[in-house]
């Protein structure tokens, strides 16, 4: 999992970049990931800034409103909002945000879905390898 973990988080910063999610590309250097391990399952968690979170789980309708100066210096970065009434527009977007929600996205799971081939692949090959040290070591002890 280690090896994937740098795979799926350039997957998910090409993805957001793709698709428009990102500007400046702050929020996709956030992306972080970390591998877990239970009994009989291993992992990886991926997980981000506040932003990468919100564009992840969306947001309820009916909450405060965010602050329209974040989303004033996102239009600012867009550089295709420009003019005076930019921050009247940034104030109307966060109104309807609030009022509004958002649905999410799986940005992680739709980005990972690149690499997950090679995933696939990579990990029947080690299970094969596996199953087939433990038969040739199992099966030589039992040789008379």
């Known amino acids: 999992m280690e090896t994937y973990g740098p795979k799926i988080q350039e997957a998910i910063a090409e993805y957001m970049i793709e698709t428009d999610r990102t500007v400046t590309g702050k929020t996709a250097r956030s992306v972080s990931f970390s591998v877990f391990e239970g009994p009989q399952s291993i992992g990886l968690a991926v997980g ?3 932003v990468f979170a ?3 789980s969306g947001r309820k309708p ?3 409103a965010p602050s329209y100066i974040s989303i004033k210096k996102w239009m600012d970065s867009k550089s295709s909002f420009r003019g005076e009434k930019t921050i009247e527009s ?3 977007i966060a109104r309807a945000i609030g009022r509004d929600g958002f649905e999410g996205e799986n940005i992680s799971y739709k ?9 696939i692949t990579d990990s029947s090959a080690a299970y094969i ?5 433990h038969l040739k070591n199992s099966t030589s002890k039992n040789v008379n």
């Open 48 to 50: 981000g800034n506040k």
């Open 111 to 119: 980005a990972a879905l690149r690499v997950l081939n090679a995933l």
């Open 90 to 92: 940034a104030k109307t």
């Open 54 to 56: 919100t564009l992840h």
């Open 129 to 133: 390898k596996d199953v087939e040290e």
């Open 62 to 64: 009916g909450l405060r």
